[in-house]
């Protein structure tokens, strides 16, 4: 069985990315930091495998909202693209549903994430 490669972009085009391999269950957040950024809830994938930003020309920055996150959004179209939390030492990486070219088979998680 071939590894599934997964593939996304910012609205302008900018800044692609793969996910090689799993990804979790889509993981909703509504936490007031989420509410300012995206309007009211926040919707992610966390990478479990391999992932590979495509930023050819630097357009990817990066916002410390908190102590504990990172949130990255394209600097030309203002697309948010990932979330990145250090908990207890370790650091996972999540990628905004709404930036995914194709996650038709994947759901909600039972678990929210809280920030």
């Known amino acids: 069985m071939a590894e599934e ?4 972009h ?3 085009g900018a800044i692609s990315y793969e996910i090689k391999g799993e990804v979790g ?3 909703v957040c509504h936490c007031r930091i989420c509410q300012r950024i995206y309007g ?5 994938v966390s ?3 391999s992932f590979t930003i ?3 020309e ?3 920055k990066w916002y410390k909202p908190s102590k504990h996150t990172m949130r990255g959004f394209c600097s030309t179209c203002g697309s948010a693209l990932f979330f990145s939390r250090t908990k207890d030492g370790s650091k ?3 990628v905004l549903v709404g930036s995914i070219d194709s996650l038709s088979d994947v759901g909600i998680s039972a678990n929210p994430i809280h920030n």
Do not use: E, H, N, P
Not at 5 to 8: L, Y
Not at 40 to 44: D, Q
């Open 5 to 8: 490669i997964r593939k996304g």
């Open 10 to 12: 910012c609205l302008c």
């Open 25 to 27: 269950g889509v993981d």
């Open 40 to 44: 009211y809830v926040g919707a992610f």
């Open 47 to 49: 990478v479990k495998d």
């Open 54 to 56: 495509f930023d050819s």
């Open 58 to 60: 630097q357009k990817l």
């Open 92 to 94: 996972s990486m999540s």
